[in-house]
């Protein structure tokens, strides 16, 4: 036994990780590549307004992290993880050459594929993550913190490579490079089939299911064709953003029908870890939708309201994956230490320290108002080490929910439970759009935050009240809007961030001995 796993473990972790940590980078590179050219994209080459262009972001970035919920459950009855990762890569593939046409029905086309993509690729080479890994290995979190540092080396370089080709090519040559990306994480992944370094793990669940046929298709050819039917419903949500509530309702309605489905259909204390489960989904969600003003109204922030040097404003968008990539390997490092000598904390107050840290982010963000320049512009250091900030609290939170989510889920339900948890990126994201909404000046205000009580955690955070901005002109009307949503935002979310902490006792409970 011991030759063995010395034969198949790389770095003291299986094999299979090393192949999934490539793959998903190289996916990720087309992701991040793209979203930080998109919002730049609709307002500077399409010229649409900001209200549209965050709708259409939000819309776009929301429906992202909902087609995650039934890719899970197809690939759990149906597909398996190896075939709905293969789909998903060469949907979201498509989609991003489809962006290099210059037509609306390209341009919508283009976000619905990649949306029906991911839905296949993004729950499932997670969930393979967990299947590496027994139920009481102690190198699952390590080994969920190093998959999620492959995130965000992709997330780094790719807008660094794919603005600077937008900036001195064009617009669409950063969109290929993006497309390029994810060719080459589908040709990992497929390398690592090839290689047999996952063994038996991510195969089709029951091949009896998958040749049934329907309408003389099988059942397993039968999603694929599926797949592809759905875009144009997805490009109809993007295009009519203005609706997407509906889709909220309905997704809602759907979360809790059948996650009372399964909690009817497990043990007492698979019920409890799945309450937990849903659970760090809400804070995973309230997370989201603040820390996702990134690609959207920080990018505009950093346009408009930043003095940058050295970066452009869809670079900036690589500083928190940068930040990552340095922490990553000493947080997993720090969290396998603690647990050797029994000190490591328990999921609960790493969730309430991570919610805590983003709202100090933020608040940062909020504070280089205080040193605005007399053209309304902010310096750099503060959009830098505002970001580290929140980076730190995301690595509380982020790789480890990746991780409980494998261990709260019920055996047979553990991809579904996947896409619930990036279900709260859905919530996020759109409640994200509304957030990033409220940045937007119109008819000379200066936003919702600048009376009451916000209005005074403003004034106290930024030194500047309402009246004095708008003595001083449109630029700073500009600044305002943004730090006064950061900084309101921001002590929002310190608040939750302790309450979380101070009541962590009953919901450890709850995980029946799961850390």
Known sequence: MKTQTASTDVFGHPKGLLYLFFAELWERFSFYGMRALLVLYMTKHLLF??????????????LVYVTPLIGGMLADKILGFRKAIVLGGVLMALGHFFLTFEHPVFFYSSLSLIIVGNGFFKPNISSFVGKLY???????DSGFTIFYMGVNIGGAVAPLLCAWLAEVYGWHYGFVLAGIGMLIGLLVFKRG????????????????????????????YLVTISAFLTVPIFAL??????????????????????LTYILKRVTKIERQRLLVAVYFTALYTLFSAIFEQAGSSLTLFADRSVNLVGLNAAQTNSINSGFIILLAIPFSILWTFLSKIKRNPNSVIKFGLGVFFLGLGFVIFGLSAQQADEFARTPMFYLIF????????ELFLSPIGL?????????????FIMGVWFSANFYGHFFAGKIAKLTAVSNGGIGVFSEGLFGKITEFVTGMSGEFVLAKGEAFQQLYSYVSVYASFGVIACVIGVLVIVFSIPIKKMMNGIH
């Open 49 to 62: 307004s900001d209200e549209m262009s965050f709708g259409i972001y939000a819309a776009y970035m929301s």
């Open 134 to 140: 027994k139920e009481d290995d102690s190198r699952r």
């Open 193 to 220: 089939l090839n290689a047999n370094v996952f063994k038996n793990h991510g195969l089709v669940p029951n091949q009896e299911v998958f040749d049934k046929k329907k309408m003389g298709i099988k059942s397993g």
């Open 237 to 258: 949500i993007v295009k009519f953003h203005q609706f997407e509530h509906y889709l909220v309702w309905i997704v809602s309605a759907f979360l809790i029908i059948y």
């Open 386 to 393: 505002g970001t580290f900030v929140y980076t730190v609290g």
């Open 403 to 415: 991780s409980k989510m494998t261990e709260l889920s019920p055996l047979k339900y553990v991809a």
